[in-house]
C-alpha cells in the first residue's frame, strides 16, 4: 500500500499545480472581461477578485486534501474532465448508470413475474425518465462527452424485489433506492460546481424527478418512508448533499474496470 | 495535505470581519453544510466582490419569496393537523406523512429565517391566509371543504409542493453566484421534490389520476385563470440546450426505446420546469389576503 500511497501522493502534487495554474490562465481570461457585468460572477472569476489565496481554497473545495480520494486518478479510470464539461459528464455517468440498471431490471425475473399495475408500470416510467436523461446529457455534451461506462450489476439479484436478511446482494427495488438517493444527492452536492446557469436549471429539472423518483421507491418499500432521516436532515429539513468523490466511490462499485469514474477535476 | 488546509486557513482570514463571521454562524447552526467545503471561501469571495457587481436584491428576492410559500405551506399543514376528528383516513401513515411535511416546512421557514437576517434583509410578515381561495369571503372558494374533506386538503397540498419545486427551480439561476445559498436552495427543493412525490402517492391510493411526477395523464385539477398556473408550462415535450446552443433536442432522434407515448408523456415527465416568480407571487395571492 505504500507504494499506491507514494502515487496518490504524487497525482496529488501533480494536481495542485495543475489547478493553480488552470486558475491563474482562467483568471486572466480575456473572454472573462469581454462579458457583459450583467452576466452572473461565476464561480471561477471571483477567483481573480477574491486573489492568489482563494485559489488555495478552491483546492480544498475540490477534495485534494483527502488522501483516501477512492483511486481517483488511477490508470484505466475515466476522467469526467473539468469545468461545466466535467460537472456535465458526472452527472452523463450517473445517468448512464441509472439507465443501465432499470434497462437490466426490466430483463430480470423479477419484473417479468409482476402484473400490470401501479409498481410495474413506475418501473417503465423510471426507466424512459433515465435513459431521456441519459441520452439529454450525451448530446449536450456531443463530442466532449465520456465513453459508454459497462456496468456492474453482480451484486444485485435481479429475480428478488428485495433482498431478505444476510442476502449478499441487493434486492431490485434496494438498488433502485440507492441508485434514486446517490443521484440526488449527487446533484445537490454538484449544483454549485455548474458555472452556466442554464445548466444548472436544466440539472434542476433532473434532480426534482429524481427526488420524486427516489420518493416513490421508498414508499413501495415501506409506506410513508419518502422522507428518510438517512437523506433528510431532521433538524433543519435539508435532503443530504455529496460531493462528486464521495459519490464516484458509491457509483464506482457498480462499474467495471476501465469504465470507473474519476471526478477529481471538478472543481 | 496539510499545506492545502493552511493555505486555506489563511485564505479564510477575513477581510470584512463581520459578514464573514456572521457567514459562518449561519454555516454552524445549519450543521449541515461541511465547514470545509463552504466556510472560507464564500464570505471571502463576496465581500471582496465590487458592490455593483453582486445581485444581492435578486438573490433576497428570490430567499423572500421561498420564505412566503413555506410559511404558506407550514400555516397549510398545521391547520390540517388540528382539523376536526375523522379529517384524516384510518391508515395512519396519512397523517404522520403530513407531521413530516410540516416538521420540514417549519424547519425551512427558520433556515430560510435565519439567512436572510443574517444578511441584514427583511424577513416576510405572515399574512392572513384563506386556503378556500376566497379572500376572506369576498369571492369564490377554490377549496371550500379544505380542512373538512381529505382528498380536497390533498389537492391544495399537491399544487402548493409542485408549485414549490418549481419556485426553487425558478431560483437557482440567480443564485449561481453564491455557493453556499445555492446548495442550501438545492437541498429545500429535493425535500419538496419528495413531498410533492408523496402527496401525489396518497392521491393514487385514494384512487385519484395522478403519477409521483407532474404528468400530462394526470387528472386535471387546477381551475383556469385561477390554479391553472402551476402546471401552465409544466409539460414540455422538448428541451433547449442552454445558450449559445439554444437547440432542442431531438428525442425522437435519439434511441429511448420505443414507448408508444415516449415524446408526449415520457419526456415531459423527465423533467420538472421551473415557474417564473410573478406565477409564484400569483398562486401565492389566491390563498392570502
Known amino acids: 500500500m505504500v507504494y499506491r500511497n507514494s502515487f496518490a501522493e504524487i497525482f496529488l502534487y501533480h494536481n495542485l499545480f495543475h489547478h493553480m495554474s488552470n486558475n491563474l490562465k482562467k483568471g486572466g481570461d480575456e473572454a472573462e472581461f469581454a462579458k457583459p457585468l450583467y452576466v452572473p460572477i461565476k464561480r471561477r472569476s471571483f477567483f481573480m477578485y477574491a486573489g492568489a489565496t482563494a485559489g488555495a481554497t478552491a483546492l480544498l473545495l475540490s477534495g485534494c486534501d483527502d488522501d483516501d480520494s477512492g483511486g481517483n486518478g488511477m490508470p484505466g479510470m475515466v476522467d469526467v474532465g473539468t469545468g461545466d464539461i466535467g460537472v456535465l459528464n458526472y452527472a452523463y455517468a450517473l445517468e448512464q448508470l441509472e439507465a443501465g440498471f432499470y434497462t437490466e431490471l426490466r430483463n430480470g425475473n423479477y419484473y417479468k413475474g409482476l402484473s400490470a399495475g401501479a409498481e410495474k408500470s413506475a418501473l417503465d416510467d423510471l426507466y424512459y425518465h433515465e435513459v431521456i436523461h441519459r441520452e439529454l446529457f450525451k448530446t449536450a455534451l456531443a463530442t466532449n462527452a465520456i465513453k459508454a461506462l459497462e456496468p456492474d450489476f453482480s451484486g444485485i439479484d435481479f429475480a428478488v424485489r428485495t433482498a431478505s436478511a444476510g442476502a449478499a446482494k441487493l434486492g431490485v427495488l434496494d438498488a433502485a433506492k440507492a441508485f434514486e438517493d446517490l443521484g440526488v444527492a449527487a446533484y445537490n452536492g454538484a449544483g454549485k460546481y455548474i458555472a452556466d446557469a442554464g445548466y444548472l436549471t436544466l440539472a434542476g429539472k433532473i434532480v426534482s424527478v429524481e427526488a420524486r423518483h427516489a420518493a416513490l421507491i421508498r414508499d413501495l418499500l415501506s409506506n410513508g418512508t419518502f422522507v428518510g432521516t438517512d437523506v433528510v436532515n431532521t433538524a433543519n429539513g435539508l435532503e443530504i448533499s455529496k460531493e462528486p468523490s464521495v459519490v464516484a466511490q458509491t457509483a464506482n462499485t457498480f462499474l467495471k474496470e476501465g469504465s470507473k469514474i474519476n471526478v477529481a477535476n471538478i472543481k | ?289
Open chain 2, 1 to 289: 495535505m496539510n499545506i492545502l488546509k493552511l493555505l486555506a486557513d489563511l485564505a479564510a482570514t477575513p477581510t470584512d470581519f463581520h459578514q464573514a463571521a456572521s457567514r459562518r454562524a449561519t454555516i454552524a447552526s445549519l450543521g449541515k453544510v461541511g465547514a470545509k467545503t463552504l466556510a472560507a471561501a464564500l464570505p471571502l469571495g463576496l465581500a471582496a466582490l465590487p458592490a455593483q457587481a453582486r445581485d444581492t436584491r435578486t438573490i433576497l428576492d428570490s430567499l423572500q419569496l421561498a420564505t412566503r410559500l413555506e410559511q404558506l405551506q407550514n400555516a397549510l399543514y398545521s391547520r390540517a393537523l388540528t382539523a376536526g376528528p375523522g379529517f384524516f383516513p384510518a391508515d395512519a401513515s396519512f397523517r404522520s406523512s403530513i407531521v413530516k411535511m410540516q416538521a420540514h416546512q417549519q424547519q425551512h421557514v427558520a433556515l430560510l429565517t435565519r439567512v436572510i437576517t443574517t444578511s441584514n434583509g427583511d424577513v416576510p410578515t405572515l399574512p392572513n391566509y384563506d386556503f378556500t381561495g376566497s379572500k376572506n369571503n369576498t369571492q369564490a372558494a377554490l377549496f371550500p371543504n379544505v380542512f373538512s374533506n381529505f382528498d380536497e386538503f390533498l389537492r391544495l397540498a399537491q399544487l402548493l409542493e409542485d408549485t414549490s419545486v418549481r419556485a426553487y427551480k425558478g431560483a437557482v439561476e440567480f443564485l449561481v453566484q453564491d455557493n453556499y445559498i445555492l446548495q442550501t436552495a438545492l437541498q429545500l427543493h429535493s425535500t419538496e421534490a419528495r413531498h410533492a412525490a408523496r402527496i401525489r402517492t396518497m392521491r393514487r391510493l385514494r384512487g385519484a389520476v395522478v403519477k409521483p411526477w407532474p404528468s400530462p395523464t394526470d387528472a386535471d385539477i387546477t381551475v383556469a385563470g385561477k390554479t391553472a398556473v402551476v402546471y401552465a408550462t409544466e409539460h414540455a415535450t422538448t428541451q433547449l440546450l442552454p445558450a449559445p446552443i439554444n437547440t432542442p433536442i431531438q428525442f425522437q432522434l435519439l434511441p429511448i426505446g420505443s414507448g408508444a407515448n415516449l415524446l408526449t408523456q415520457s419526456v415531459p415527465e423527465a423533467f420538472d420546469e421551473p415557474l417564473a416568480a410573478a406565477d409564484v407571487e400569483a398562486l401565492l395571492g389566491l390563498f392570502t389576503y
